[in-house]
């Protein structure tokens, strides 16, 4: 029987394990392990794994696919205790939150005879564990795969074909720029959050803010309970690209406190609001597709265009309505005085 083994059967491997259970895949084993006592075996009960093994290296064994869906500051020694065990010819990947440490890992550890691909699924909840596991967690985000150098072409598909098996879209993307990419969409968020619920919670008026705190402060401040280990893993292993997404960040704040407290810019203000609220409501409507590499030039799309025009529309007619309102009321002050 095909096998695939998957290391770490918290939030992100039990959903894994989950879907491919409900894709009804003839003759597929599951094996499991976890390191914390207990979760394998109630993953079996569940139907989420076929067999509970003791240790990841006993996992692996007789696998084609390894999914290692650890924590970050616990790859490098999965790593290690899998490679003697591991197939001819077996593929194995990932699902840590930055690639680059497990793509040198991986390459330093794992032996030739294997394939390594990087991944990384783009989802999950602010709670962890088995109990939070579904199968239905990938559906529809995107998984970016981060192949190594000596990968197959044959272990890239199988692995895509596993992720799309999920219902997830898989993404190809270089290392590099995956810790990137994500240190600006997804932990510059993570301690952004952070920063605001620590802001008001350790405030002395605390107790009157959360009174008022409503679903637009729950939504900002969702990602701050995420996995304490989880985000200081993030952190530890993509420093310098979150603190140059935090750079940026604080001072775009700068910039539109600027704004702010200059009563001369209500113009650029209002530009500044109408600007993003029209790129998000595109970017949830119709996301932007990625140009192949050799079209990624910086140059202004016809969508920007569009948008451009569009924005500077709106923000001329709000102006105009702005300073017709301004002018009614001056004018029913001064008829008010006249009386």
Known sequence: ???????????????????LKRAQIEGLEIAGCDAQRGVAGRARKQGAIDHEARDAASAVA????????????QARSVLEAIAPALE???IVTDTASTKRDLLRWAAELLPERVSFVGGHPMAGKEQSGLEAADAALFEGMPWAITPSVGATEGAIRTVEGLVSITGARPIIVDAAEHDSYVAAVSHLPLVAS??????????????????????????VTRLASTDPSLSH???????????????????????????????????KLLKEFVRAQTEREVFLTKPPERAPEDQRAETPSAREQMLSFMVGDYVVRRTKEIDRMLDERERGLREERGR
């Open 233 to 267: 893993d993030i952190c530890l292993t993509n420093r310098e690209n979150l603190l140059h997404w935090l750079d940026r960040y604080m001072e775009e704040l700068r910039r539109l406190r600027g704004l702010i407290a200059d009563a001369g810019q209500q113009e």
């Open 194 to 219: 952070t920063a605001l619920f620590s802001l008001a919670s350790q405030s002395q008026a605390w107790p009157d803010l959360a009174i008022l705190a409503g679903p637009g402060f729950r939504d």
């Open 1 to 19: 029987m095909p096998r695939i083994a998957i290391i770490g059967l918290g939030l992100i491997g039990g959903s894994l394990a989950l879907a």
């Open 62 to 73: 007789g696998a084609a696919v390894v999914v290692v869906a650890t924590p970050i500051s």
């Open 88 to 90: 001819e010819g077996a």
